[in-house]
């Protein structure tokens, strides 16, 4: 059994060359996002407020979830690299704060290695306030310094048992987010909690899991080689309402992907993957396998997008050689993403029509999703679900906000966080990728068994 016919057909009449196509540029972009994710410093701690922050729409604590694998594990700030420590970083004045350790021309660095010529330039970004341009809350600054770290290589993104009414709660909040049909300033979230306003657009309507609105990833083939979005107006629901709907449904997805492939089974208390767990959450909802697709194609696009933003970007990590390897790690992702992602994902299509404040809706009302992942009722789901949300922000706003000809001092800035979430969510959704290649080799073998 093949996971591709399957697959709704009414928009793709030959949907797996564009599947295909996706597959293809993750078979490069796989072993270079993974070696980035799980062996450089930089990529591999994240600082965020964990911890501190009540939920601001409703109090749930009967959601809060127990079980052992909610938990995470966070890190004693001595054990992170000085230049990120929120001493240092208290120290720093703006977007374009120099590196916390100055020191004179002729003074060795301090940190370990040489930091050579870099050592000038802007090296951690830490800003107070909300960039306009942002689609995402900012998480690190927002705690006044009181961000934990957390290792995300040694708290993976799998199983927890986290599940029920509080877990449902959430979700369907989240989903809330798509209706883009309240008359300006009236969000679905702001009456329930004082939220900041998102503005509505005229359109009506909701597109729930399943629809055909959410449905229809198209051919790359048949659309001169590129995903165009044009092509899913199947109703009457705007192209950036769909998108918006695609980007959390596949972030749903993804995280449904990890959880059935890390699975604990608790009868003999290893970890592996869970066909019949894969199956129930996808076998009859194929929309949500094309989501996952979608937002492949959605941050490859903005990986790409940043070929020349990032060998002028500093990687700090307090050691040159490092920082060095690091940038040529991701400047190389990028580059090979970009050589292909162009094609499959052109948001030039979006926001060009006459609907003043549609952006400014669509912003807002995705960091309304972001604010709600301090209702997550599990620690590590709340780590990644946050991780992601701002994963996803970070790629909208490079989509969005910036001029990919050029480099870092012509662009907004990116801070360490958003970098780190940009490129782990990438992470996330290529071994969702790889994930769903094991699931399809086991439903073949089943098939043959029976
Ligand atoms: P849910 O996944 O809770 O889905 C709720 C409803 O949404 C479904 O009934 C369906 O109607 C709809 N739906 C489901 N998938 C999609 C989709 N892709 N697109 C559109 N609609 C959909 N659990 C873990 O074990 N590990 C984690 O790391 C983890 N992280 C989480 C992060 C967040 C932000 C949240 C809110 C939850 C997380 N959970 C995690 C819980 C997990 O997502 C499920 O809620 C839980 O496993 C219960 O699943 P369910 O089958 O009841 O449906």
């Known amino acids: 059994r093949s996971i591709c016919p399957n697959k709704p057909n009414e928009l793709v009449p030959d949907g797996c060359a564009s599947y295909s196509t996706i597959e293809e540029l993750n078979e490069k972009l796989y072993p270079l996002v993974n070696d980035i994710t799980q062996e450089t410093d ?31 594990t966070t890190i004693d700030e001595k054990d992170i690299p000085p230049i990120w420590r929120a001493g240092e970083l208290g120290k720093l004045a703006g977007p374009k704060a120099s590196h916390p350790a100055t020191r004179q021309p002729d003074e060795p660095s301090p940190l370990a290695g040489a930091l050579g010529e870099e050592t000038e330039e802007s090296c951690v970004v830490e800003e107070d306030e909300c960039d306009e341009r942002d689609y995402c809350l900012p998480e690190d600054e927002s705690a006044g310094g009181k961000g934990d770290y957390v290792s995300l290589t040694e708290n993976p993104e799998r199983f927890t048992g986290y ?46 899991p399943g629809s055909q609105a959410a449905m229809g990833f198209v051919n790359v083939m048949q659309h001169k080689g590129k995903l165009d979005l044009n092509n899913l107006e199947v109703d009457d629901e705007c192209l950036e309402k769909r998108v918006f709907h695609r980007v959390i449904s596949g972030m749903h997805a993804s995280i449904s992907m990890h959880l059935c492939w890390d699975y604990l089974n608790q009868s003999t208390g290893e970890w592996s993957p869970n066909l019949s767990c894969f199956i129930s959450r996808f076998e009859n909802y194929p929309e949500r396998l094309q989501n996952i697709y979608f937002n ?49 994902f052109d948001e030039s299509l979006m926001f060009r029509d006459e609907m003043v404040g549609l952006k400014e809706e669509f912003r807002n009302r995705f960091r309304n999703v972001s604010r709600l992942m301090d209702c997550v009722g599990c620690d590590k789901c709340r780590l990644w679900g946050k991780v992601q949300t701002q994963g996803y922000g970070t790629a909208l706003k490079i989509l969005f906000e910036f001029d990919e000809s050029k480099n870092a001092d012509g662009n ?22 790889r994930a769903l290649e094991g699931f399809s080799r086991m439903l073949n073998e089943k098939d043959e068994a029976d």
């Not at 500093?314 to 580059?335: E, M």
């Not at 490129?423 to 990728?433: C, D, Y």
Request: include cysteine; aromatic fraction near 14%; proline fraction near 4%.
């Open 296 to 344: 492949y194609a959605l941050l490859a696009r903005a990986i790409g997008k940043l070929r020349n933003y990032l060998p002028t970007y500093t990687f700090c990590s307090g050691d040159y050689y490092q920082n060095r390897i690091t940038k040529s790690k991701v400047v190389k992702l990028a580059n090979t993403a970009a050589s292909t992602a162009p094609q499959i």
């Open 412 to 433: 907004p800035v990116l801070r360490r966080t958003e970098m780190v979430a940009l490129f782990n969510t990438f992470g996330r959704v290529s071994h969702s990728l």
């Open 42 to 72: 930089y990529f591999g701690y994240y600082r965020l407020d964990l911890f501190g922050r009540t939920c601001p729409f409703w109090s749930d604590d009967e959601g809060m979830c127990g079980n052992i694998a909610c938990a995470v």
């Open 163 to 208: 599940a029920g009414a509080g877990a449902a709660n959430v979700w369907k909040a989240i989903y809330r987010e798509n209706c883009f049909s309240k008359p300006r300033g009236e969000s679905s979230l702001a009456s329930a909690g004082g939220v900041m306003g998102a503005g509505g657009n005229g359109f009506q309507g909701f597109a729930p």
